[in-house]
């Protein structure tokens, strides 16, 4: 697990059966019921869907941060499922970047060290103050997430997400929490990331016109794809409106 | 430094109140562990030092009259290394300007060269020449008492002559670092004197030729004390021998002794509570501030930091503030010890100070109390584990209230809604809520604890001299006389009622067991001296059998039924087999009680009396004492008011002072307790308190929300708090208590009311503190706060 030299021939994530129960008995919540999927290597890849419909449950698990109940997750040719606690640490450490809706910085760091705390335990970081250059923060490197806008503490998750150059990039409704234009401003970062590092994007949203800039969509509903729509005319993040 | 570090100071820097508060409590368990074994240390070596250096005997064999030969005998018993003999003998000082005489015991110094045991240490002046018997030696705390010094004369009656003395050197002797009157327990500088004069003079004085009447006896290491005892009292047993006794009976000794046990129990057994209530408090503060953190794990554990990595943060918190704590607990014990040691060395009045602060002590401070605030971190280090990363970074699920809505259902007609939210809360989170009871009530138990011990030792100074001793002036005799004496004194002008007493030095032993003491003999229908039971009523003196107070019997290991030997050291110093009638609860020493008919007739000796109890007219007191002065059998003459002022000084002084440090101490504690029970509640409900701001809520009424919790838990900490320190104070008290004086841990009521009013003027400044930062939360940062 330690190569990080993309292999296009196989693709970035396989799952078949995927399944995942919340709770027993009659209180049970099917989440995710037998997914089929494959994510090819280096897309955007945009997960559409209502609340519920179990896009985030998805991208918990083949991000290593919840585990499934029943089938197989496949990160190139690992298995994620049965791998120990410590060994999915490792997957998270080594291979897998986060952009979550409520940017979860830690407000008692500054943005240098929101991002240093990353790019201290990964194998091969960027440094810091160039990933706060790549999304536009060099001037506010010292300041604390409560005197960052809601936009630029975005931002900030985003270089923290991408400083380790990570394999994947799970971003959890990104924009969720922004309003339109400074949402567009960070789409346009994941976007210029994506194209920099090669990675792949996965990306969940409520919004289905930022679907416009993925390479794939993929249509969740009650737990399962509905369906997997290829993208033939990309836009970029500043032709889209929501 | 690494990011995380920095987040670490950061957030102890964010909860530095509450971190101050954990601190303060690990510090002050630590100070007193620190202090008091630094001082138990202390203590003991320089006692041992002392006895050492001025070479106090081991053994001590007071005889009526045994010729100087005897002596190469006594060094000839095996296990005795060395022998020194020595006259000795009560005396009387007339003092310029006091009506009383005061009473004071005469020692002989060798006409040559020191004494082989017992030396003095000489504080100021030089010893008496040789072939000088005018010249004396005065013991230095009775001198400083009287403002005597080297140069000043000084008049005294040995043996009936009156005889003038010049003061040539002041000292201070192993053997005399607490001296009392005979008969009395509580020592006062002020009211016995030690006179030391060459060998010649004394023996002289009173006609002790070639003779001696104290033998000291040195012990090689490894004797058997046990058998030299034996051995000294048959050789003495022909001259007059009245019970040979080791260093552990030698009184002042003795008193040492039991001050620095008293300290070293309370060193061992009062640390510990306050290290656990801090562990419990760590455990509750960082317990909080994982789950306000919930998100920040679950997003570490999401970036790939593991589960050690994430605790060992955690736990660098935990123990950044029990290392802090222990720390300034250190420094704290070492300035505490520092500043209490000189005290204590006057007190004890040791002419030097081996200072010795027991490093073991830091070790032991450090080490529990870090292992205690871990034991409780690990509790909450085990959530820290068990959060998975999705889970933790979800938003918890509300808590479910469903359950609660039932309890109180009759109640909610009555109640508003804010009422209702406080109801819930507490009803829906019992651990939580019997968290913060538990804290509260521990502080309250504390108050309520050392407030009983205050009022016990009143207690005891009450008791003894206002409800067992009723009279005002006690006249002790030089020898047992006939009871007609008592006569000459009942008519004395002024003189309202006289009882007499009976004073007979006994050893008490039952088996193996046994106890240096008296036999004090009391009349039917006394009313000046008496012995109460445990119910303060005076106990029936039987016509046979010997009444003993609780601690003596618990000593003896008997109880009323059994049968005690009593070996009399006086008179024809008779083997007596005599019943437990009784036991009775005495506050002051250990006395056995027996009728005073009754022990006249078992030592043969009818109507002999040994003292006096006196009730007198006030204004007639200078008349008295000058009569009694004039009197050749009355040896000495005590005032109760001067007895109660040296009992009380003695409570203040020593391990008594202790209690009011740990006073302070429970105190300080308390208030941090209840401070952070207020603050844990606020950082709990600042998300609801903010809905409710913005919803429309005043402060007062958002305010009312937290405060009433904090009302409710207090309301019912308080009886849980009572409860639990009524039987704390038995501990406390028996830590307290000696073999010369017992506290008693009696239901007091006022020491309640106190206590609570101690918790709730906490409860009010903690929930003012609460308030005040209540008021300035940022609404919106509020709404983001978890619940």
Redesign the interface.
Known sequence: MNTKTPDTMLPAYTTRGLTKVYGEGRSAVHALRGVNLEIPTGEIVVLLGPSGSGKSTLL?II?G???HTEGTVMFRDQRLDGMS??DL??????H?G?V?QFY?L?P??TAR??V???T???DDPMDPDEALALVGLKARTDHFP?QLSGGEQQRVAIARAIAKQPDVLFCDEPTGALDSATGRSVLRVLADVDKRLGSTVLMVTHAASQAKMADRVIHFADGDIREIVENREKRTPEEIAW | M???D??LL??LW?IKGQAGAIGAVIAVGVMMLVMMTGLTASLSETRDAYYERYRLAGVFAPVARAPEQLAERLTEIQGVSSVETRVQGRALIDLPGQVLPVQAQAVSLPDRGRPALNDVYLTDGRMPATGRPDEILLLQSFAAAHDLRPGDTLRATMDGARRSFDIVGLAQSPEFLYTTAPGELVPDDARFGVIWMVRSGLAAAYDMDAAFNEALLGLTRGASEASVLDAVDRLLEAYGGSGTYGLADQFSNRFVSEEILGLEAAAVGVPPIFLAVAAFLLYIVVGRMVQSER??I??????????A?VGTHYFKLILAIAAGGALAGCLGGIAAGRALIGVYTAYFKFPFLVFQLDPASFATGVTVSILSASAGGLFVLRRVFAL????A?RAPAPPNFSRTSRIGQSLNRFLDQPSRMVLRRLTRQPGRMAGSVIGIACGMALSVAMLTIYAGFDRTIDLTFSVVDRSDVTVSLTHPVADKTLFELMRMPGVERVEPVRNVSVVFRNGLKGHRGALIGLPQGRELNRALDASMTPIDLPERGVVLSDVLAGMLGVSPGDTLTVDVREGRQPLLQVPVAATAQTLLGSPAYMDLDALNHILREPGRISGAYLMIDDAEAEAIYTALQDMPTVAGVSLKSQAREAFVTLMNQGAGAIRYVMGAIAFVITFGIVYNAARIALAERARDLASLRVIGFSKGEAAFLLLGELAVVTAVALPVGALLGYYLSFGIAAGFSTDLYQIPATFDPVSYGQATLVVLVAALMSGSLVKRDLDRTDLI?GLKTRG
């Not at chain 1, 640490?89 to 080594?94: D, G, L």
């Not at chain 2, 679950?298 to 589960?307: C, D, I, P, S």
């Not at chain 2, 998975?388 to 889970?391: D, K, Q, S």
């Open positions: 918990n991000g941060l919840d585990r606690y410590a640490t490792r997957y998270r450490r080594n897998v986060f979550f979860n830690m008692s760091l060290e929101n240093e705390l990353v201290e335990i990964a409560a | 690494s990011p995380l920095h987040k950061r957030d964010r998100e920040e679950g997003l570490m554990k999401a970036f790939g930091y593991t589960n990595e998975t990363p999705a889970v970074m940062e």
